[in-house]
């Protein structure tokens, strides 16, 4: 038997392989049509030999019990089941409209065979070889009362009647067997259904995506074992809203979308989204709180035939996370390449900006000392023109030591040496540098020096440098009239200093980008306040180098304050590293101090 099974599954088409179902169809019609035809042309020389002769009904019996045959060589060759299944219903229909002939026509009881053509079609398809076959039993049906009112039917022989227990004994067998094969048809449909079944949930298990089934209405109806790897959850716990409510709450109309689209929309759709992992269990103590991760995910609509024809979409997610953070990566780099070739376009601009005011003072009064009327120019001419020359090239020296200090704190190569320092002093001598230039623009020049200031240990020269940029961008930026304060006073075991004036202000859009290299609120070429931008850069890493910190606070049309604060101790005691905090508000009028000394310059 199981070599007659492998010759029969060698003979089903190609296109049957693929479905399992529509396979064993083919194998059982080709199975039960070789064993039918066989057994019945094997009885033919029998009966040939005992009525010693063939006539045109005998002749018909013989085609009916061949054509199975031909079924089974088109089924074999072409795949139609369909195609090969009538042409078995018209065999069996001749079969017994033939018998019937013989029996006594319309009145033969051998018509109710004929319910046998219908019924043994539901064991190889659907409705459609039922309505085909039920067509063909009514033409077979027709044709003998057509036959018998033409007078065409001869009475039966007495042989006839006399076979008539056996041709009932055959209709019980053959009806017997239409029986059992489709209850066979039903067993081995289920067994083939749970073991793909089982097949489907073997392969969900281990598959790594997440895997889920949705209703019309996006709630989960199953989800597989990929639950607690991506999610922390088990599979049932993302039934209905669960897997909904652990995606992220910024990120849900996205989910929604994606799922309504799938189900109603163009049948597919896409959503990248993030859900919060929550460790099960002991793990939960140990994590510090829920983990986002990223799931790409591809939904699709899935047909269901039914009363409602509801329509299902199912959803393959799967973990980006480590391709998102690639994917962030790599766009924080272009930003900082980006960002840095405006760095490098602003650089060129500001330096050629401000190298070129002086260079060109220091080649045209060079010319004009160095030309034809150099010697008709008085002494008096001859100084002024030479202190042009000589501000002018200290003002290209201090562009490029501002450079390098940019550029020395930029690379990590600036170092500080710390010395014992009078602060006091040091103020001192900052406002005494920056006094004519307060007295020229008119701008009162002030100090306050909290009580009992100790003494502090920095670096000289850029703690000097510290004070002198910010009074110069003060004082600079302070109208005709306007005031200039300079504080120090001991905060703990940190010093405050800081320098507050009455001027212009800064807007609060620009107070984030104060400090960056080359930035100016509202710069421009040709802003009415020079200055390449740097000061506040080489400050806020002078600050940075001591373990001080930095803020700024300002307002428009009201004035500015930055403050600073240093560590008594030196760097080693900093416990946090310089930065800049910048908020849009007006600054402190007055130092909550204990008797300060106030000075003016």
Known sequence: ?????????????????????????????????????????????????????????????????????????????????????????????????????????????????????????????????????????????????????????????????????????????????????????????????????????????????????????????????????????????????????????????????????????????????????????????????????????????????????????????????????IDEERERNRAEAVKASDVKGQFLATVSHELRTPLNAIIGFSEMLSGELGPSFSPVQRQEYARIVHDSGQHLLDVVNTLLDVSKIESGAMTIEQDTLDLTELAEDCCNVVALKAKTGSVALERVIGPDLPQLLGDRRALKQVMLNLLSNAIKFTPAGGRVTLALVRDGGMIDLSVSDTGIGIAAVDLPRLGDPFFQAKSSYDRAHGGTGLGLSVVRGLVGLHGGTLTVESAPGIGTRVGVRLPIAGVSAAREPACIATFARAPRRGLETKQPVRLTA
């Open 1 to 325: 038997m199981t070599a007659v099974r492998a010759q029969v599954a060698a003979m089903v088409h190609p296109s049957a392989l693929a479905d399992s179902l529509e396979r064993m169809r083919h194998e059982r019609f080709i199975l039960t049509r070789l064993i039918a035809s066989t057994a019945a042309l094997s009885l033919m020389p029998a009966y040939v030999a005992w009525r010693a002769r063939i006539g045109a009904f005998e002749l018909l019996v013989l085609v009916a019990m061949a054509l199975p045959l031909l079924a089974v060589f088109l089924l074999s060759r072409t795949g139609r089941l369909d195609l090969a299944h009538c042409i078995s219903g018209a065999a069996l229909t001749l079969l017994i409209t033939t018998l019937a002939c013989l029996t006594g026509g319309a009145a033969s009881p051998l018509l109710l065979w004929l319910a046998a053509v219908p019924a043994e079609a539901m064991f190889f398809g659907s409705r459609s070889y039922v309505a085909r076959a039920g067509a063909l039993a009514v033409i077979g049906l027709g044709t003998v009362v057509a036959l018998q009112g033409m007078g065409a039917l001869v009475e039966p022989a007495s042989w006839t009647w006399q076979a008539m227990p056996a041709f009932a004994a055959a209709a019980i067998l053959l009806t017997a067997l239409i029986t059992v094969g489709f209850l066979y048809r039903r067993d081995d449909e289920l067994r083939e259904h749970r073991a793909s079944d089982a097949r489907a949930q073997l392969m969900l298990e281990h598959v790594g995506d997440l895997v889920t089934w949705h209703d019309a209405a996006g709630s989960v109806v199953f989800a597989n074992e990929a639950a607690r790897g991506l999610t922390g959850a088990e599979p049932a716990q993302l039934f209905g809203r669960g897997l909904f409510e652990r995606v992220h709450i910024a990120d849900r109309p996205l989910f929604l979308k994606a799922l309504s689209d799938a189900a109603h929309g163009s049948g597919r759709a896409s959503a990248c989204f993030r859900v919060l992992f929550v460790p099960a269990g002991s793990d939960r103590h140990v994590s510090a709180g829920p983990v986002v991760r990223w799931l790409e995910l591809n939904a699709r609509r899935i047909e269901q035939v039914g009363p409602h024809g509801v329509a299902t979409v199912v959803g393959v997610s799967r973990d980006v996370t480590d391709r998102r953070a």
